[in-house]
């Protein structure tokens, strides 16, 4: 099969088109995904630099998440069929024309959900949801303000929290980016490079927000929880800022506020079932119109190693995906 691999870990420049590379035979409990399109992650940036908490032996293919269709079950496997179009997390592997995936972390794509969608949706859409729901228990009517919000996670986390019936304020380092947010269901918005982050969002909510969703990490973080209300919670998603932050810990306690890890791929593994119950009621929110992803770029499966680039350089939107094989 084709694969974009990386041979020794380094920048995506160095990932190699290889025409050779065995196809993998799915075990006990997995299948085999002919791959259609796969959706371009922070982690991808990461995996290639050996700086990710998973660590596969070279070489191998990054990409985490992916939409096609099975080609082939292992021993054990039920619910599927040769032939069902599904989506399905990886950790790596994506970036080629075909990858093993467990069957537990395979979700059924509903009849008309179009492929490229369904490659984009799982892990960003997915963490979202998980942080929104499960950790911070965001509730209809509450203030929630997004960090880095027209990033995949972020603009994700925007169109979930609005779909939750949360008023939904959205920062973010440039105009455009705002206006993408604005699209995709932002109340109000900030930019966070001409205003004072802090300031901008107690004009805004005077009593302080009830969630804070927090991708970027770095210098926003120190601001951002200051202006948490009471019993709030402080979602930490990442740090695509560059530097982890360290908060004071008299700031959770004089607000009676929370530090929430979101950990979602650890989720995944411990919580099959619920994790298929949150993808299903993400489709339902996809079918019914409440969130419409944005792919904002397609690459084909040579130039993978420059969408990586463009993600690591922070010039990408929503979510983009590289495109394998016949479909690309």
Request: charged content about 20%; glycine content about 12%; aromatic content about 6%.
């Amino acid at each position: 099969m084709t694969a974009l691999l990386c041979e020794e870990h380094g920048p995506p420049e160095a990932l190699k088109l290889r025409n050779d590379a065995p196809v993998p035979q799915p075990g006990p409990g997995e299948v085999l995904i002919r791959i259609h399109a796969a959706g371009l992650n922070f982690p991808d940036s990461l995996i290639i630099f050996d700086k990710y908490q998973f660590k596969p032996a070279l070489p191998f293919a990054p990409g985490g998440e992916l939409s096609g269709t099975i080609a082939a079950l292992g021993e054990g496997v039920s619910g599927f069929a040769v032939g069902d179009t599904v989506s399905a997390l990886t950790n790596w592997g994506a970036f080629a024309e075909y990858v093993v995936a467990k069957a537990a972390s395979t979700t059924p794509i509903p009849a008309g959900v179009d492929l490229d969608v369904a490659a984009a949706i799982t892990l960003a859409h997915g963490t979202s949801h998980h942080a929104l729901k499960q950790r911070a228990n965001l509730q209809p009517g509450e203030t929630l303000l997004v960090l880095g919000a027209s990033g995949g996670v972020g603009l994700a986390a925007v169109e979930i929290g609005k779909a939750m019936g949360a008023r939904v304020i959205a920062a973010a380092s440039t105009e455009e980016k705002l206006a993408i947010a604005k699209a995709h269901g932002a109340d109000e918005t900030i930019n966070y490079t001409t205003s004072d982050l802090k300031t901008a969002v107690k004009e805004l909510a005077p009593k302080g927000v009830d969630v804070i969703y927090d991708p970027v990490g770095d210098k926003l973080a120190d601001p951002a929880f200051r202006t948490i209300g009471w019993g709030g919670r402080y979602l930490v998603i990442g740090f695509a800022g560059g530097e982890i932050p360290k908060l004071p810990l008299n700031l959770p306690l004089i607000k009676g506020a929370s530090i929430v890890g979101v950990f979602w791929g650890d989720f995944v593994a411990r919580t099959p079932d619920l994790h298929q119950q949150n993808m299903a009621e993400l489709y339902a929110m996809l079918t019914e119109g409440r969130i419409k992803p944005l792919i904002s770029a397609r690459y084909p499966l040579a130039q993978g190693g420059a969408a990586i680039r463009a993600m690591m350089d922070r010039q990408v939107t929503g979510k983009v995906i590289v495109k394998t094989g016949d479909a690309a």
